[in-house]
């Protein structure tokens, strides 16, 4: 049924607000299509993490509609089976990776998925080594470098094979060489995924759209190449 | 910062399954803390001198951990014979002492450091990782096993914090005093640290919501219990049977 519908995820008319502070989302139209990678920037504030956030079902919205993989999103429920196919990279490593090991956390969520213990350590491992993490299973967590931090929590949620990825700000303060090997990570995927980041330069090469949000809106849409051509 | 600095090691202790020290440095605590014979006090500390030497630890900070308990051990010393009821026994100077309290300051010297030994050499020869997952296999309430985990990896999250703000106020000019300002700036760091702990339990909640978290924990650890495990388990529960033994047999010797 996923299949067939091109478009992965669709919002209509989202609104939202947190208490005590103004609109945050302002009849929020945005689509995301198979095969789409899509960079998101804006202002601090602008509502790109609470976009984010209502994808995955963390925050409810105030009116409007969220389709994910063609299916209406009522409540916890459906949020619960969507997040299987939804990965979600938090932009601080710190509140994704809790277990005490790096195997421990990779394996985290396969188990949840209903894993035998032996079948999600191997294909932790097989993830490990894949994002040239080989070597790391029995790494504390938090003795882990930054950019260490980051790609780890980027292989606890893609161990779990998403169809849409998220990212929000994945290379806020991590070193050039880690950005690097980000990027090259981004682009091996075949997946959809929508990034948020500052950085033009970042999105023009792993994005093939970005759109510029303002005042809880999505103001501009254009194509990556025009950044490229620029950086 | 908080170390495992005991956790790395080769020795026989560190290699034993971490089950069995769990289990026997728990019945060893309980046995001790029970007894009142002194024979079986002693024979208790001799174990555990025996078991820190086989852990092949550095002596030095073994002896550096012990200082802080024997500080207290001291305390009572001096405050226990003089405060003991019944009264005095006999009188040293004006001040009167009793018997009995120095007899139980002693006794509690002993125990406190046998139990602390005895932990040294075979708990603190282990990561908390494991021995979380050590409790785990024990059936010990998953909830509080990953209540343990969770804590010790958010300690360092919180001390950096912690450091954080604390440097943030230091280079804008704070030099703690006895003051109603310095009071009012600590209770505000502490008051932040506190807000920002529980903003980033909601965040770790909420990433652990999307990785597909039911509320439940799976452990992926498995532990084998080898012959030399097996050997050593008989020997321990020997020892415990005979410290057991020496307190149910032996009238006390005071």
């Known amino acids: 049924m996923a299949d067939a519908d091109p478009i992965l995820i669709d919002l209509k008319d989202i609104c939202f607000s947190y208490p005590g502070r103004g609109r945050v989302l302002n009849n929020l139209n945005f689509c995301l299509g198979k095969e789409q990678r899509l960079g998101l920037i804006g202002p601090n504030g602008c509502g790109k993490s609470t976009l984010m956030h209502l994808l995955m079902g963390l925050n409810k919205p105030e009116s409007g509609t969220i389709r994910i993989l063609g299916k209406t999103m009522h409540g916890e429920t459906d949020f619960r089976k969507a997040r299987r196919q939804l990965g979600f990279v938090f932009q601080n490593a710190d509140d994704q990776l809790f277990s005490p090991t790096v195997i421990e956390d990779v394996a985290f969520g396969l188990l949840n998925m209903g894993k035998s213990p032996q079948e999600a350590v191997a294909l932790s491992r097989k993830m490990l080594e894949s994002l040239n993490l080989s070597g790391f299973e029995n790494r504390i967590t938090y003795q882990l470098s930054g950019g260490e931090k980051k790609l780890v929590s980027l292989a606890t949620v893609l161990v779990m094979e998403p169809q849409v990825l998220l990212l929000d700000e994945p290379t806020t303060g991590l070193d050039e060489r880690t950005v690097e090997r980000i990027i090259r990570v981004l682009n091996d995927l075949d997946i959809a995924y929508v990034v948020v980041s500052h950085e033009f330069d970042f999105l023009a090469r792993t994005t093939t759209d970005i759109y510029a949000m303002k005042n809880g809106q999505i103001e501009y849409r254009c194509g990556s190449d025009q950044f490229r051509a620029a950086s | ?254």
């Open chain 2, 1 to 254: 910062m908080l170390s495992e600095a005991f956790a790395q090691g080769k020795s026989i202790l560190h290699r034993l399954d971490p089950r069995l020290r769990i289990v026997f440095a728990t019945l060893f605590s309980f046995l001790l803390a029970v007894s009142m014979g002194f024979p079986t006090l002693l024979a208790g500390l001799t174990l555990s001198v025996i078991l820190v030497l086989t852990s092949g630890l550095p002596l030095k900070d073994v002896a550096k951990r012990l200082t802080t308990i024997n500080i207290f051990n001291i305390l009572l010393f001096l405050v226990l014979p003089i405060t003991f009821a019944p009264p005095p026994a006999f009188l040293l100077g004006p001040v009167a002492c009793s018997r009995e309290g120095l007899l139980l300051a002693a006794r509690i010297t002993l125990k406190s450091n046998a139990i602390l030994m005895v932990f040294i050499a075979l708990i603190a020869t282990m990561s908390i990782a494991t021995l979380g997952h050590g409790l785990n296999r024990l059936r010990m309430p998953r909830k509080i096993v990953y209540l343990l985990l969770i804590a010790y990896r958010y300690v360092f999250v919180l001390e950096q914090e912690y450091q954080r703000l604390s440097t943030a106020i230091r280079v804008r000019g704070f030099v703690p005093g006895t003051n109603l300002h310095t009071y009012k700036t600590y209770a505000y760091l502490f008051g932040m640290l506190l807000v920002r702990a529980l903003a980033r339990a909601e965040r770790v909640y909420q990433s652990m919501l999307c990785r597909g978290f039911k509320g439940k924990f799976y452990c992926i650890h498995q532990f084998s219990f080898s012959s030399t495990d097996r050997i050593w388990a008989g020997y321990l529960l020997l020892t415990l049977i005979l410290l057991g033994g020496m307190e149910w047999l032996m009238p006390t010797l005071f």
